[in-house]
């Protein structure tokens, strides 16, 4: 939905792709809340969950500032499509790595209901 937005053709449609962005978004933080209690032991779930927070929120003050350079010297069509590919490459790169099922303590922590 990032690389979308920069197609915007008016200010309607703008508004409906960062709602699609928003609803897509929402779910996320949940959503990693039941993998984190399903995946692992309960000694690492507060910290591997804060950790995530964290950096959540200072890639989020780093990419305020990337923006902020990019936009001196490009459009904001280009720079939306420049995150959306950044976004893409991770994706793909994700879906390509081992599931994690090989790892023996990604393995013993599974619950046996998903193994």
Excluded at 16 to 44: D, H, I, Q, S
Excluded at 73 to 91: D, P, Q, T
Aim: proline share 3%.
């Amino acid at each position: 939905m990032t690389a979308l937005t920069g197609t915007a053709l008016g200010f309607l449609s703008l508004v409906v792709f960062r709602f699609l962005f928003g609803m897509g978004e929402a779910g996320l933080f949940p959503a990693m809340a039941r993998v984190y209690g399903r995946w692992l032991p309960p000694e690492e779930r507060g910290r591997s969950f804060g950790l995530t927070i964290a950096v959540g929120a200072v890639a989020g003050a780093v990419t305020l500032k990337l923006v902020a350079v990019l936009l001196a010297v490009l459009s904001w069509r280009v720079v939306f499509a420049m995150f959306g590919a950044v976004g893409l490459v991770v994706g793909w790169s994700r879906s390509c790595a081992s599931s994690g099922m090989n790892q023996r303590h990604i393995r013993a922590s599974t619950p046996r209901s998903s193994r």
